[in-house]
């Protein structure tokens, strides 16, 4: 028979496995948000500066959200090989 404390280390890294993979969801919806903003932004001829405010602010939730996959996988001890090179130039992550 199993020991509890075990099991229960097992189910933890289990839990954490499984919320890194959340977040590597988050991040590829942030990227094709990104994409569509881009996209929107020029069909609808948006003013310059909304323009570059709106897709600097979409980038930089992107790039916040991989930096914070980055830090919980050290975290959780559980590192991750899905990482996302240009961003982990500019972010310092690697």
């Known amino acids: 028979m199993a020991d509890a404390n075990v099991?229960?280390?097992e189910v933890k890294l289990q839990a954490r496995m499984k919320y890194l993979a959340f977040k590597r969801s988050v991040i590829i919806m942030e990227a094709v948000l990104l994409i569509m903003s881009f996209i929107a932004l020029s069909t609808f001829e948006?003013?310059?500066?909304?323009f570059?405010?709106?897709l600097i602010v979409q980038a930089a939730k992107l790039v916040?959200?991989?930096w914070n996959h980055n830090y919980l996988a050290?975290?959780?001890n559980t590192p991750d090989r899905?990482?996302?090179l240009p961003i982990m130039v500019f972010t310092g992550s690697g």
């Open 46 to 50: 948006v003013p310059n500066p909304w």
């Open 7 to 9: 099991v229960f280390e």
């Open 64 to 66: 916040g959200e991989h």
């Open 52 to 54: 570059a405010m709106l």
């Open 74 to 76: 050290r975290v959780f």
């Open 82 to 84: 899905w990482t996302w």
